[in-house]
């Protein structure tokens, strides 16, 4: 799969078989929620952005707002909401998915418009309780990963969020893991991925990926690989000169259970 024009592996290459959870695209926020009788993917929303609306049919926006309660930014450190702009969301993806022995449904509001991407968990039971929202927004386009969450245990799950754009020669993909644990987003890293071509090289980045087994803790560990490839071109762009120079970079996270938290590993 790509996103903007770097290639980004289209597999999370989880190695706990079965517990990949692929997410399902939404564009009609009427749609009732499965599960939840006479309750809509705009009902469940609201709980977040209040005045949420579903967008005109011929727009390319599934919905609207101008208001949100309680969004916290993931990372901390991104430019916080402009207040001014309304929130357009092109679509959800969405994930149902057990943490706990509880059912969840793990919503992402994707966006092209660089504005606010909501990162929202919500009890799948009832009337579907908002737990916790989060803003992933970091460019100008975010996704999930087309994988969905993959669950690192009966405790958790990790969620893959992509933010990417490209102009005409580079590209810019980011990989944020978050986490959902005890009914609450956290932060695991960020990875990047950059792609530029020119008439005499071509550089590509692949960002993915995996969780693992971690013996002795509830929760299993994440590794991140950066696969980076350059390609020598004959000066017109396309035709390649030898093979091209590739490297690996892995990069594991353990889950601390004391500071209830993933942690690079030593």
Not at 86 to 98: C, D, F, G, N, S
Not at 215 to 231: E, H, M, P, S, Y
Request: proline letters at 6%; charged letters at 25%; aromatic letters at 6%.
């Amino acid at each position: 799969m790509k996103f903007g024009g770097v290639l980004i592996l289209a597999t999370s290459m989880a190695l706990l078989p079965g517990l990949a959870c692929a997410s399902d695209s939404v564009s009609d926020l009427n749609e009732n929620v499965p599960g939840l009788t006479g309750r809509s993917w705009l009902d469940l929303l609201k709980q977040a952005m209040p005045d949420l609306k579903v967008g005109d049919p011929k727009s390319d926006q599934a919905a609207t707002a101008t208001q949100v309660k309680s969004m916290r930014l993931m990372p901390p450190s991104n430019e916080p909401l402009d207040p001014s702009r309304p929130i357009e969301i092109a679509r959800l993806a969405t994930a149902r998915v057990a943490i706990d022995g509880k059912p969840r449904w793990i919503v992402l509001g994707e966006q092209d418009s660089f504005e606010a991407a909501p990162l929202m968990l919500f009890e799948a039971g009832g009337e579907g309780k908002l737990l916790d929202v989060v803003d992933t927004v970091g460019d100008m386009h975010t996704d999930m990963d087309p994988n969905g969450p993959v669950a690192l245990g009966a405790a958790g799950a990790v969620v893959g969020v992509r933010n990417w754009h490209d102009n005409s020669n580079e590209s810019f993909n980011q990989l944020m893991l978050v986490v959902v644990a005890r009914d609450r987003f956290s932060l695991v890293t960020e990875t990047g991925a950059y792609g530029s071509r020119s008439k005499d090289k071509d550089e590509t980045e692949e960002a993915s990926f995996a969780v693992r087994p971690d013996a002795g803790r509830a929760l299993a560990r994440i590794d991140t690989l950066v696969k980076q490839q350059t390609q020598r071109l004959a000066g017109d762009f396309q035709t390649p000169i030898g093979k091209p120079v590739v490297q690996l970079f892995r990069t594991s996270y353990r889950w601390n259970a004391a500071k209830g938290k993933y942690v690079k590993a030593r």
